[in-house]
């Protein structure tokens, strides 16, 4: 009863949201206040129900309702707690209904926090959200309905995927849709300002905030995602270019160029076509993503089930949107007036060329993701395009960006002084240069551009520094005068440096990681050694365990270094029982930011056993480096001119707009 | 400069940005491409030693071979021809005999398909697309458990 109360809220649910997306629609052009007030109430309802529809389905998978296919399919009773309410959105049913929950939690913020919204826009945005909820209301309850029964009811479940069965399926998703849909609501307001084909700064006030949130959720995915597949795959690698990974690294390209072009927008009047483009753009990527990994045209992990209707809606749905939205922008772009001028070398000539740069490797990613798909279609030739086609040509175009940051802030808004910069950044570069000659000289060997990409991490670090002392005035006035100017600096300046300090850290993990791991694979009795980081391991035995619904052989490995006993590791292979599956579990032990990182392979015949034992210097430096950049985006989130500044500006647009009337 | 010149500047610096992106992305893809086989297409038409390519098929039983340390040599197949492999490394979870699998790598001057790395999905219903569409193009019957959904 209650399953079939789940569904019944899900197709009300699609009720409310067409409610959403028709009358404020109607009330804008007719100017009617009422029916344009309907749009918050039908956001909220509209949350309401899916919220219901979504805990009715994970009711069913915590106490196991195998008469419900979904459950049946993805659940098994024997499975642990959190991996059966994980496991709601580790199918392809569930985690559409999530990312439909998403989408209108997203409707139900704006609703409530657009209070300072002129009338008209909040009006447009919520119908524009409402329309995008109905699309997908629409694609779950017609091909991928969570709530269908089988009778008679099966007495155990199927299992979920154990690759899955990890806590990163329970943070990864959830994080990943936060961003990926966050952007539906820019795209929103990118649609609602052409519909009204006005715009102007405070339109990117509004909108900045909402890219801000997104942002910060989708690094934040996309960097558990990559955890994940590190720990879990026991492959040793953090990124792969696999395309689903891409699917995810597009919008995120995209959306860090929508973060910098709407501070433009904000401060400039200026770049307003882009920004609008921009904001188009990528969610329309966070859509050609959710095709490209829900429609089973690639084969992966995260590819749950392939059924040729599925793919053809949500191409569709892609088409409609995205080839909605840029027709609208064709017609309407014209009609937004242009704003300020600058000179090439100045704060906004250089947000420019981030956004240039961006927007490229975006481009590039995409190509090489999209090129053997589109080939296969035309000529029906297979092709696989791998990591040295990214990494040459990402690696090579974010080269100069990376290069440039640091300048970025140090220039003046309209007309910056290039030479002013970088002799203000001259320490930086030598602090650069200082750290991987100290690192040269201690590590000796290995390649120079290795040592070159740490240069650039330490200088992008210290350059980011460098604004903020700047700023600060810190040994130009007295300390604690440069200690109030220091504090009193507005949130957005330190988010700025955070979020490139954040990119500086990212960047030494990845190279020094990509120069320096090392890896043995090794076949090990009990009783051998191997050497790995300065750690000398020995391999001590094997022993079997017993997990709820996993065996186990683990291999336990003594570690000690220059003889003294330091740590011991645990590797392990699983097989699952109900789907008759072997996993890897891999035994990690930090050191600092290093990891020594170790599988096990096939047992050997003579009772040996293979071994892959990696040393991984700094790799933890990757992931610290997203959270610092995800700090930066909370830290400027909060920045209190993006607070106070809006409902300013909104009372008084809407003063302007009474008085209109 | 008047303000003409300046942005004609900066326009021309944009462009040529995206022309060497282009040509980049150009000789990227010239250079880094792998095509798929399955072993029939090889019988057909042999790819020169050194030029990377994906063989597909799956791994013929009763041919999988411990060889020194960690390497291992086994048989792709399409049930028509064969394909000898050698792989050093730790094999995926998911590999086994009679399985689908993808090899990247080259070819040695032997006829030896030398793998860098070598590919089984995790679900043991799994068959590689590319392998099972190309199986399926050969007219090879595939039973119940290899065909994919």
């Known amino acids: ?661 | 400069m008047t303000r003409k010149q300046k942005r004609l500047a900066v326009i021309g610096g944009g462009v040529a940005f995206l022309v060497a992106a282009v040509l980049l992305v150009m000789f990227a893809f010239s250079q880094s491409i792998a095509y798929f086989y399955v072993p029939g297409d090889l019988a057909k038409a042999s790819v020169p030693p050194g030029t990377r390519i994906r063989l597909g098929g799956l791994v013929e039983d009763g041919t999988v071979k411990r060889g020194e340390g960690s390497t291992v040599t086994f048989t792709v197949t399409d049930t028509l021809s064969t394909v000898p492999v050698t792989y050093t490394g730790i094999l995926p979870d998911l590999f086994r005999e009679g399985q689908g699998v993808v090899a990247e790598g080259t070819f040695g001057t032997d006829g030896l398909f030398i793998a860098d790395t070598v590919l089984a999905k995790h679900d043991e219903t799994y068959m590689p697309k590319d392998v099972a569409d190309r199986l399926k193009a050969q007219g090879v019957e595939l039973s119940g458990k290899e065909t994919i959904k």
């Open chain 1, 1 to 661: 009863m209650i399953i079939e109360l789940g569904h019944y809220a899900l197709i009300l649910a699609l009720a409310t949201v067409i409610i959403q997306s028709v009358l404020p629609l109607i009330g804008t052009i007719r100017n009617d206040r009422a029916l344009m007030a309907v749009a918050p109430a039908a956001a909220f309802a509209g949350f309401l129900l899916v919220l219901f529809s979504f805990s009715v389905l994970t009711f069913a998978y915590v106490v196991s309702d195998f008469s419900v296919a979904n459950v049946w399919e993805n659940s098994h009773s024997l499975k642990p707690m959190i991996y059966k309410i994980s496991g709601v959105w580790g199918n392809h049913e569930g985690s559409m209904l999530l990312w439909l929950l998403i989408l209108v939690f997203f409707s139900a913020l704006v609703a409530s926090f657009g209070a300072n919204l002129p009338e008209r826009l909040r009006a447009n945005v919520l119908a524009v959200q409402g329309l995008i909820s109905t699309a997908f209301a629409l694609f779950i309850l017609l091909t991928s309905n969570p709530f269908i029964r089988l009778s008679p009811a099966p007495a155990e479940g199927q299992d979920l995927n154990p690759v899955l069965q990890d806590i990163g399926l329970a943070i990864h998703p959830p994080l990943l849709y936060l961003g990926y849909v966050g952007f539906s609501v820019c795209f929103s307001f990118a649609i609602a300002a052409l519909i009204d084909g006005r715009i102007d700064a405070a339109w990117a006030r509004w909108v900045r905030p909402w890219a801000l949130t997104a942002w910060s959720f989708l690094t934040a995915g996309i960097a558990m995602g990559s955890y994940w597949a590190y720990y879990e795959l026991g492959w040793g690698g953090w990124w792969f270019w696999d395309p689903v990974e891409n699917a995810s690294f597009i919008p995120w390209l995209a959306g860090t160029a929508l973060l910098h072009s709407a501070l433009v927008m904000e401060k400039r009047e200026a770049l307003k076509i882009w920004t609008v483009l921009l904001a188009i753009l990528t969610f329309s990527m966070s859509l050609l993503g959710t095709f490209l990994v829900r429609s089973g045209v690639l084969t992966s992990v995260h590819a749950f089930a392939t059924d040729p209707t599925r793919g053809v809606f949500i191409l569709a749905i892609l088409i409609f949107f995205i080839g909605g939205a840029l027709s609208l922008f064709a017609f309407r772009a014209a009609t937004l007036k242009a704003g300020g001028l600058f000179a090439p070398i100045s704060r906004e000539g250089a947000l420019v060329l981030n956004n240039l740069i961006l927007t490229t490797a975006a481009a590039t990613v995409l190509t090489g993701t999209l090129y053997p798909l589109v080939l296969e279609a035309l000529t029906g030739e297979k092709i696989s395009v791998g990591p040295p086609f990214f990494n040459l040509t990402f690696g090579l175009l974010m080269l100069p960006l990376l290069l440039a940051v640091p300048f970025g802030p140090l220039l003046a808004w309209k007309r910056g002084d290039i030479l002013a910069a970088g002799q203000r950044l001259f320490a930086a570069a030598a602090i650069g240069l200082a750290v991987a000659a100290a690192v040269m000289y201690s590590y000796r060997g290995g390649p120079v551009l290795a040592y070159f990409g740490i240069a650039i991490g330490f200088y992008m670090i210290a350059g980011a520094v460098t604004d903020l002392w700047l700023r600060a005035g810190i040994g130009k006035v007295a300390g604690n005068v440069a200690f109030r100017r220091f504090v009193g600096l507005p949130g957005s300046a330190f988010g700025t440096a955070l979020a490139h300090i954040g990119i500086g850290v990212t960047v030494i993990g990845i190279v020094a990681v990509t120069a320096f791991e090392t890896e043995h694979v090794v076949e090990m009795k009990p009783g051998m050694q191997v050497e790995a980081g300065g750690f000398t391991l020995t391999f001590d035995g094997m022993r079997r365990g017993q997990g709820p619904n996993y065996s186990e052989e683990s291999g336990h490995f003594t570690v000690a270094r220059a003889g003294a006993v330091v740590t011991d590791i645990w590797s392990s292979k699983r097989f699952y029982t109900a789907r008759r599956m072997p996993t890897t579990e891999a035994g990690i032990r930090t050191f600092w930011f290093s990891q020594l990182y170790v599988s096990l392979g096939d047992a050997m015949a003579d009772g040996g056993i293979v071994v892959r034992v990696w040393w991984k210097p700094m790799i933890l430096c990757i992931w610290i480096g997203t959270l610092i950049m995800m700090a930066g985006g909370a830290v400027s989130l909060f920045d209190r001119r993006l607070r106070v500044g809006a409902p300013q500006k909104a009372r008084k647009v809407k003063a302007a707009l009474e008085a209109a009337e």
